[in-house]
């Protein structure tokens, strides 16, 4: 059964789109630790990134250092912070966050849930920025 990322990346389930190209998908976190936070991830299924060959691996990284340098140009932070956790989705994902403190990394406060119409202005923001 296909995964839910799957499944958002093929359009069956919606999200709010970043980016994407034949081979990657970008969108943002349905219950963001700060606004903007964006994941990024392989069309093709697989649970672990350090199960990726070198070539999907590098081009994965690629693909994510494009989409955070969109998110730096739309969004306004001090940098973008990235982490791989994959303890509740088993399918590969970078998240990209946008940093003002290094709290904005801490994965354990409560995660926000914006209304669509800040989620869909924030993915139309990163994505006009996508290069
Ligand atoms: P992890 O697997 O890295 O521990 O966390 C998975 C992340 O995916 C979480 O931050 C969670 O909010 C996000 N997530 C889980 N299900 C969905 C979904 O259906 N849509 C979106 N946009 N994000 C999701």
């Known amino acids: 059964m296909a995964s839910i990322f799957t499944k958002i990346a093929n359009g069956e ?14 969108f943002l976190d349905i219950n963001p630790v700060v606004p903007g936070h ?19 691996y590098t081009q994965l990284q690629l693909f ?17 912070g990235t982490a791989v956790i994959g303890m509740e989705v088993p399918h590969v994902h970078i998240h990209l966050i946008p940093l003002n403190t290094e709290g904005d990394m801490d994965f354990r406060r409560e995660k926000l849930t914006l209304d669509n119409k800040d989620m869909a202005d924030i993915a139309a923001a990163i994505a006009k920025e996508f290069e």
Request: glycine content about 0%.
């Open 13 to 26: 389930i919606p999200s709010y789109k970043v980016a994407s190209d034949d081979k990657h998908f970008a």
């Open 38 to 56: 964006t994941l990024v991830i392989p069309r093709r299924e697989s649970d672990y990134i350090f199960d990726l060959d070198d070539e999907e």
């Open 64 to 80: 994510a250092k494009r989409v955070a340098k969109a998110m730096q140009k739309a969004l306004p932070c001090k940098r973008i």
